[in-house]
């Protein structure tokens, strides 16, 4: 990946966090997708946003599409199957302490993308299974979420 695309990748990111609020505050796009933009995670829930090409930036995410899809998949499966994991058996299943921080940032994606019921989310959350850095998965969205320092 060139110097040029990560440049152009920090600028549309930039550009899309200092500008997705209104005057009043509200926000002009969904949560989750804003979370996916601030912490770098490939968006594939809102992969309609370059329709009809393949995302330019698809190598330039801190959490790539094949990790992402990977996990989604692998969460929905469990879902459906009624049998969601702790977020330790999930640390486990993908890469351990290692990928602790994007397992975080993939659950809060989508958390804040709809994805999934409470009671997902209160399993893979159960207590002294998971890290204490993992406690702010189903918090409410705030601008902290968006921040870019």
Known sequence: MSNELKAVFESHRMQIL???QDPSGDLKLPEGFLYSVA???????????????QDPFSDCYRVGKEF????VTHLDKKWLEKAVPTFYQLEGEFGGRAK???????????FLSDKFDPDFYDTVLTASEHPVEANGINRPFSNDDISIL
């Open 100 to 110: 602790r921080v994007e397992l975080i940032q993939v659950l809060r994606y989508c």
């Open 18 to 20: 200092l500008n997705c």
């Open 39 to 53: 912490a770098g995670i490939y968006p594939i829930f809102d992969e309609s946003w370059c329709v009809g090409e």
């Open 68 to 71: 992402v899809d990977q996990l």
